[in-house]
């Protein structure tokens, strides 16, 4: 793709950025601090400041352009981590480009009670069914889309 604003290269540049985070004093035994803040319930309200405080703090901090551009990459960052944990609550809410077919299946979309009855027979909770028959649901669930979807929601 020929891209008129450098998309591609400043795309690059971002990814490199995020992939040297790995590295950093923010990861822990493999643990990203973000893990935790996500975890507690407060990834949202963290992820959002700090894109404000980044984006109001362009151009003031530092003496060069180029500290005030890190500032910029922050801002994406922390939309990025946004982007993640919007995904996660929101799981039925992706669609594919035609709009037609989810990305992902939701437990609603699985275990809706018509669902339940179709995949499991008349129980009188879905507690009842053994955990062959909900990957056995699962399965057949993959099988009716054309999307790979993960084996666990919590794999996205």
Request: charged residues 30%.
């Amino acid at each position: 793709m020929n891209y008129k604003y450098r998309e591609g290269e400043l795309i690059e540049e971002f990814k490199n950025y995020i992939d040297s985070t790995y590295q950093q004093h923010y990861v822990t035994d493999g643990k990203q601090t973000m893990d935790s803040i996500i975890a507690n319930g407060h990834g949202t309200g963290f992820c959002l400041g700090n894109v404000d405080k980044y984006k109001d703090r362009y151009g003031k901090k530092g003496e060069t352009p180029d500290e005030w551009r890190k500032d910029l990459i922050k801002v994406m960052h922390y939309t990025l981590f946004q982007l993640f944990i919007h995904d996660k609550e929101h799981e039925g809410a992706i669609t594919s480009q035609s709009a037609e077919q989810p990305l992902f299946l939701t437990e609603a979309d699985i275990f809706s009670s018509s669902q339940i009855e179709m995949n499991f027979g008349e129980r009188n909770s879905i507690d009842d069914v053994s955990p062959s028959e909900w990957d056995a649901v699962a399965e057949k669930m993959r099988k009716l889309s054309k999307y790979d979807y993960p084996s666990y929601p919590n794999e996205l």
